[in-house]
C-alpha cells in the first residue's frame, strides 16, 4: 500500500473502530511513518545523552537493497511479512525455503504478530506500535505472493491491467523488465501495480506461475481486517479474535469501497489527497475531522521531538536534549519498531521455523 492506504485508510479504520481523533492520528502516521523512516544510528545531544534508532524502510535505488541483512532486517519484517504458505506453526508448504517467506494474506504469521502486538498494550508506545503493526498487517494482502529478498519469485513477466495506460507505459516496461531480470526484490518488478487500490492484473511470477489479482477486493478485506484488529487491540483481547468483532459499520464500507474503486489516480499522494478531502468534509459516520501527514521537517514528529529540520542525517549532528524527547511520538515509534522487529525476527518467525537474521 501506499500514503492512502497505510495513512489515511488506516485513520479511518481506526476511528471506526472505536479510537478518538488522537488516538487513530497516533495509529495512522505510526502507520504511513514505516515507510518513511529510513534513517538509522544514534542521535546524540549535547548534555552527553545518546538514542540508537533504526530504519524501517529503504528506498528502491538505496545500496542497501543489494545487502541480504539489510533485506532480512527492513524488508522481511516491515513489508513482506513471510506467510509459511499460509500454514500453521510446525507445517511447511511445498517447495523450497522460499515459499515460506512469500507474503500470504491474513497468514498465522500474520495473526501471531497481532497477538505480539496487542501484549504490549500497556506500554507507553502500544498506539505506535499498534500502527506498525496494521502497516505490516495491511501489506500481507497489498504485498501477497512476493518476498522481502532477491528471489527469482518476484520476477513478473506479462503484466495485463484494467488500466491500458499503465501497461503501454515504455517506461513502465523497461523499469519491469530491469527489475525482474536484474533486481527482483519483493514487488518491484511488479512496480506500483500492487499498491493502486483500483487496478485489477495479472503476471506470470518467476516460478512460471499465472497470477491474478483484484485489487479492490483484497483491499476491501484488508481494511475489515484491519478495523477488527484494532478492536481487538482496544479491547485488550490478546487472542485475537477477529472474526468476534463488528468490523466496518455497512454503510462506511460501501463508502470505502467507492473510494476505493473510483479513486483511480496513479499518484498514492493525490489519492492520499481525496480520502483527506473526503475525511475533511464528513463522508464517515465520525463526522468531519482535518488530519495531516508530515513525514520531515518543520510540522513533523522528528522535528517537535529533536528540531532537525533536514530529511536525512549525516550522522555528525549533535541536538540540544529536550526534556518532552523522553515522552515523544518520534521516540515512541522508534521505541516500537525496535520492539517490533525483535519480536517478528527472534519469537514469531523461528515458530514457523524461519530463521531471518
Partial sequence: MQIDGH??????????A??????????????????????????????????????????????????????????VPFHFLPGNGGKPAGENPEGTFIRKLVCHPDSHIAMAMLRACVNDHEKPYALHRLGI????YADTWAHQGFAGVNHKINEVGDIKSNNKSMDRSFLNKIANFF???????????????????SLVWEYRNGLNEEVRRNNPEIFMDAVDKMCRAMQCFRGKDLG????????????????????????????????HEKWLDEIKKGSFSFGPEDIEYIAKGRGSWKYKSISQLAASDTGREVFKFKKAFMSSN??????????????????VLPKYGICAA
Fill in 179 to 197: 527489475l525482474s531480470k536484474s533486481f527482483p526484490l519483493g514487488h518491484g518488478a511488479a512496480l506500483s501495480y500492487p499498491d493502486q487500490p
Fill in 18 to 75: 472505536g479510537y478518538g481523533h488522537r488516538q487513530a492520528s497516533i495509529i495512522a502516521y505510526s502507520a504511513q511513518y514505516v515507510d518513511d523512516a529510513t534513517n538509522s544510528g544514534v542521535i546524540s545531544f549535547r548534555n552527553g545523552a545518546m538514542y540508537s534508532r533504526i530504519s524501517s524502510a529503504h528506498k528502491m535505488l538505496d545500496y542497501r537493497n543489494a545487502d541480504e541483512l539489510a533485506n532480512h532486517r527492513v524488508w
Fill in 133 to 136: 503493526t496494521i502497516h505490516v
Fill in 330 to 347: 518520534w521516540k515512541y515509534f522508534h521505541d516500537a519498531l525496535q520492539a517490533h522487529r525483535l519480536g517478528i525476527l527472534h519469537d
Fill in 240 to 271: 485475537m479474535d477477529l472474526e468476534s468483532m463488528p468490523g466496518l459499520p455497512e454503510k462506511d464500507a460501501k463508502k470505502i469501497y467507492s473510494l476505493i474503486k473510483s479513486n483511480r489516480d496513479k499518484s498514492g499522494e493525490k489519492r
Fill in 7 to 16: 495513512h489515511t485508510m488506516t485513520y479511518v479504520a481506526a476511528r471506526l
